[in-house]
């Protein structure tokens, strides 16, 4: 039995970008907004600021590896490839 999958309409990439969208602010600004508090509190020890940013950078890059991976699990399998 062969299941096809529909591919996605253009309303179902929109509203899935704008899922992306929302949540890189709602993560994003809080993230951005804590690197200068973090750099101008005195109270903060020596390299906790680059600690922060290097957790927020990984971060960023394994959330759009894991994105990429489950975009690319999701396309329907080419046959036409011999």
Do not use: C, W
Not at 11 to 30: K, M
Not at 53 to 82: C, G, M, N, W, Y
Request: proline fraction near 7%; charged fraction near 15%.
């Amino acid at each position: 039995m062969v299941h096809e999958v529909e591919p996605e309409s253009h309303e179902d990439r929109g509203s899935t970008s704008l899922v992306y969208i929302l949540a890189a602010i709602t993560l994003g600004i809080p993230a951005l907004l804590l690197i200068p508090l973090v750099g101008m509190n005195p109270g903060v020890q020596e390299g906790t600021l680059t600690i922060i940013v290097t957790f927020i950078a990984i971060s960023a890059f394994v959330t759009a590896a894991v994105i990429e991976i489950k975009r690319l699990a999701d396309q329907p399998p080419d046959d036409d490839h011999h």
